[in-house]
């Protein structure tokens, strides 16, 4: 069995107001360097892959911790590419474990996701909220290299999501794709849409009525996003947040549509401009 490969990473509120991105464990072929000052008053941190992408025998594992008070955003170099697996036993996995103190915020903004023809990938992740934590998280996911015409030709991909908010689970999704079994382009699944994404908007201790209302708000941006090529929905959380989900046949459609959500939800959250992280290859 593959011994899994670290990364922890530690957000700490310093004495000057600035938080202190600490590396406490950094295994291949993860690689921080160091945290940048946004614009927007968060440190940011970018997560290296060195291999370039998953191979079928990476079992990659992330931590990350947010001290209370601290204002962190964390993003990739550049997309998410899963390869090949090499044989039928070969699938990788990433496992991710996030926890964000009192008062803490933490914006999670990866590049899309590529599952290569033949790939096998499962990812796991749970986020943990303490009153009055912040959380903006989306994922986005394409059908696979589609300039090489490869458009879910990937055998497996499979995702596990849990948000834990004031000790009760407020999300859960889980969901498994099997192009090659179950064609995903049937009226029950994703019909004509290639690319899909999913969006976390959540600070736990808000009533109801706040998320209802915020809900209201977004859904204003989301009927006006939609069209014959791309649907937005918006919904709230049983409690501490809301959800936004999107389906587009044209990936840089969907990915313009999360960052005006992005936008409109962080300066609701923290009354901050939303600028996109810059990115160091």
Known sequence: MTAPSKLHLSFEAGETGATVLRVKQQQPPWRVVRGFRAPSGETLAHVHNLSGGILDSDALHIEMDLGAGAQAQVTSTGATRIYRSRSPEGSASQKMHVRIADGAYLEYLPDQLIPFA????????????????????????????????????????????????????????????????????????????????????????????????????????????????????????????????????????????????????????????????????
């Open 118 to 281: 033949g790939s096998r990938f499962e990812q796991t992740v749970r986020v943990e909220l303490q009153h009055g934590a912040s959380l903006i998280w989306w994922d986005r996911i394409a059908p696979g290299r589609e300039a090489s015409g490869e458009v879910f030709r990937f055998h497996s991909l499979a995702s596990h999501f849990e948000l834990i908010a004031c000790g009760q689970p407020i999300a859960i999704e889980r969901w498994t794709l099997m192009p090659l079994v179950q064609r995903l382009d049937s009226s029950a699944r994703l019909g004509p849409f290639r690319h899909f994404a999913a969006c976390y908007v959540c600070r736990a201790g808000e009533p109801a009525a706040y998320w209802k209302t915020f809900e209201a708000q977004l859904q204003i941006i989301a009927d006006r996003l939609s069209s014959a090529e791309i649907l937005w929905g918006v919904t709230s959380l049983r409690a501490h947040g809301l959800a936004i989900r999107g389906v587009a046949i044209n990936g840089r459609a969907l990915a313009s549509g999360l960052v005006e959500f992005w936008k409109a939800a962080k300066w609701s959250l923290c009354g901050r401009v939303a600028t996109l992280p810059r990115k160091v290859h």
